[in-house]
């Protein structure tokens, strides 16, 4: 009721504070919050103002110190309940507003000191939980922000992609299971090889890398569903349809080919040593509809079809409507193995 009343006092700031710190998913006290900031930013800025006057400088060529220890003062008190509550969207956004502000209130060479500074505190949160999808979200903004022309200063400003390319090696190697690392690399790998104007040699490269990288995750751990999605993601390469977005967008239909099938027999040797891992059918059973897609016709593996069926209709119960719907519809198509 007093924020309300327009009473954007110190003591109104500080019941704020103690009313987020026992519960931060309180999200009215958040604007409330901002809404008090806003207040003490504006009278801040007022005060600038006239000291820019006195001096008859631009604007932007001043430091207000005022708004500068505002902004960090709540940066600081933000982390403490982010060390407490890592995954609380309200303290994630608030973060982001204050930075928000200090791009609009104060020097780009400061803005910019505190956004990098943000990127040292994510990587510290995501060495405490690398699984951390607000953390992976916030790192990204934060990176976007740092490379962006509003931050530029004497052509600081560049493309991160290679340096976030690698961060994500070196997560993925500290725990395989992490989805949002595999996403952020497969949204990293196009950028970075069109950035360095990539070959079509470049892109077999790292194609046959990642192919390689991600087989041996596999074999390491065949029932992480995040592996799956990324070699899932990973064989778009070899579908018409997405390939244009892909790592590698100009392979000829017969290599693409050539890689479905050579995907689809390392499976199957797969499948012999591990046959209980319902993500290996189904992604056999996708290669096949790929293959016969793109061709007309089934593989030359095709006949295995209905074994793959039976063991993904055992594994996963809980969709066996789905599956008996797609096997029908296998046996209808005029191609049928």
Request: proline residues 3%.
């Amino acid at each position: 009721m007093k924020v309300n009343d327009l009473q954007y006092t110190p003591e109104v700031f500080q019941l704020c504070s103690k009313l987020l710190i026992r519960n931060p998913e309180y999200y009215t006290i958040w604007n409330d919050r901002r809404r008090i900031l806003q207040h003490q930013i504006s009278s801040a800025k007022a005060s600038q103002m006239t000291i820019i006057q006195v001096l008859e400088a631009e604007p932007k060529s001043v430091s207000n110190e005022s708004i500068l220890n505002m902004i960090s003062s709540d940066l600081n008190f933000v982390f403490s309940l982010l060390r407490k509550f890592p995954k609380c969207y309200w303290i994630w956004n608030h973060r982001r507003w204050l930075l928000q502000q200090a791009s609009v209130h104060l020097l780009v060479s400061e803005t910019r000191d505190l956004w990098k500074s943000e990127l040292v505190l994510v990587s510290k949160m995501l060495a405490l939980d690398n699984r951390n999808f607000h953390g992976w979200g916030y790192r990204r903004r934060v990176v976007a922000a740092l490379e962006s022309e509003e931050l530029n200063i004497d052509g600081l400003s560049k493309s991160m992609a290679k340096e976030e390319f690698d961060y994500t090696t070196r997560m993925i190697g500290a725990s395989m299971s992490n989805f949002s690392a595999w996403h952020n690399r497969s949204k990293l790998i196009p950028r970075m090889l069109d950035e360095t104007g990539a070959i079509d040699a470049d892109r077999r490269k790292v194609l046959n890398e990642e192919l390689d990288w991600i087989q041996e995750a596999l074999y390491t751990d065949s029932r992480d569903q995040s592996l799956w999605f990324y070699h899932e993601n990973l064989m778009c390469t070899f579908d018409p349809a997405y390939a244009p977005y892909s790592i590698a967008p100009n392979l000829s239909a017969e290599d693409q080919l050539a890689y479905i099938n050579s995907e689809i027999d390392k499976l199957i040797e797969m499948v012999v040593d591990e046959d209980d891992c319902k993500w290996m059918y189904q992604s056999l059973i996708r290669l096949a509809l790929l293959h016969r897609s793109s061709t007309g016709r089934w593989p030359r593996q095709a006949d295995g079809l209905e074994g793959w069926m039976t063991q993904l209709r055992r594994l996963d119960k809980l969709r066996a409507g789905r599956w008996a719907d797609l096997e029908r519809s296998l046996q209808t198509s005029p191609n049928a193995p």
